[in-house]
């Protein structure tokens, strides 16, 4: 991680990290508007590299989506200003604002430029593009919310995840879609409640940085180079529990938060969209077991870019983070019994 040896890039990080707060924190939109910019502006240093076109791309690619999310948020604040009192208008705005919110997170049918970028950023960067950078616009969502307009957002991102990773060889994109998935689960989540979405968002959190820091370890990128090397057997095992735990399998700690949401979907009488949930799950688990599946069949030669030696403490926290992966049958029994 040459990151953290990195002043001008650990500076920008912190910067990011406090823009967050600036736009949560602040009791004004114009407030939350410069709080997004600067995050934007502060994000962009972080993920450019001259070396790399790919990374040049998707920075420049990433501040264009996000200045015409950010114009069309600053638009309907100003917009709301001047006509608070009608609601045929109001109506409009809320839509307005969280379309913007939803560009600036990637969710649908806004999503086109995420995995385009994602694909083009390292694991740290997509590990902060795929959590931290949802916190603000989720947070200002939630201010302002159309639910009817929500729940179709929240369907469509879940339709879209499942069936955009079916044909991606691609392991940054497959998360990207993972991620557009996820989001499904997060609006729903934050259309009930604050506290559920914080849980489930930390919980995403946790599984995607155990998948991050497992490819950055391994310096892998692409679903074929799983296939085509002798893995220590642990790594393969620690690999089928994180890709599990994501899916949404119920022994693992991924499956507690989404446990809780369909719990209330069908309490509230929700019966149709609770099947399009976990018929969309079914997908995503299929197509992560069907990458598991094969790193566990095949075994070839191993190549020149595979590191053989992973660094031990490296090694250490990975077992950590599938270890507490596994803990959610544990969890579960504490909380329903």
Known sequence: MSFFYNSNKLFFFFILLFSSL??????????CWIGLEINLLSFIPLISNSNNLLTSEASLKYFLTQSIASINFLFSILLNMFFMKHFEVNLFISIMINSSMLMKMGSTPFHFWFPNIIEGLSWFNNFILMTWQKITPMILLSYYMNYNFLIIISIMNIIVGAIGGLNQTSLRKLLAFSSINNLGWMLISISISENLWLFYFLMYSFLISGMCFLFYSLNMFFINQLFINNMNSMIKINLLINFLSL?????????????????????????FMTMIF???????LFFYTRIIYFSFMFNYLKMKWFKIYIKNNYF??????????????????????
Request: proline share 5%; hydrophobic share 60%.
């Open 22 to 31: 600036i736009s949560i924190s602040s009791n004004s939109w114009l407030g």
């Open 278 to 284: 976990i018929m969309m799950s079914l997908i995503m």
């Open 316 to 337: 250490i926290m990975i077992n950590i983070l599938s270890f507490i992966s596994m803990g959610g049958i544990i969890l579960s029994t504490f909380f329903f019994y």
């Open 247 to 271: 899916g949404g399998l119920p022994p693992f700690i991924g499956f507690f938060p989404k446990w809780i949401i369909i719990n209330f979907l069908i309490e509230n009488k929700f019966y």
